[in-house]
């Protein structure tokens, strides 16, 4: 059985910084391209990063570049985003997904195949 279990979130003042992480089980951990997404309250859910299962090739949504930084760790089956500089927008439930085994990595929530629960970050203002 598969699992995605977020760890990290809370709340943080803007400006601020905040790792959120993803542990995964059940699977081949380093055949999975993972992603991150998020849902504001009220908003439909986005794209936020991916990372592909070799873990060189990554991509952020325009809102979050520069800003984000997605990153795993095969040996330890982890997918990390670290956040600078949150802003208020940036408050959301965060959820982890993985797609595969072994596909191109995609941007599309859709396409992916297993979900974590999902994580709160909140951000003040």
């Known amino acids: 059985q598969v699992q995605l279990v977020e760890s990290g979130g809370g709340l943080v003042q803007a400006g601020g910084s905040l790792r959120v992480s993803c542990a995964a089980s059940?699977?081949?951990?380093?055949?999975?391209?993972m992603g991150w997404f998020r849902q504001a309250p009220g908003k439909e859910r986005e794209f936020v990063a991916a990372i592909s299962w070799s873990g060189v090739v990554t991509y952020y949504a325009d809102s979050v570049k520069g800003r984000f930084t997605i990153s795993r760790d095969n040996a330890k089956n982890m997918v990390h985003l670290q956040m600078n500089s949150l802003r208020p927008d940036d408050t959301a439930a965060y959820y982890c997904a993985a797609d595969g085994p072994l596909r191109t990595i995609t941007l599309r929530g859709e396409e992916y195949d297993y979900w974590g629960q999902g994580i709160r970050v909140t951000v003040s203002s």
């Open positions: 059940g699977l081949t951990f380093s055949m999975y391209t």
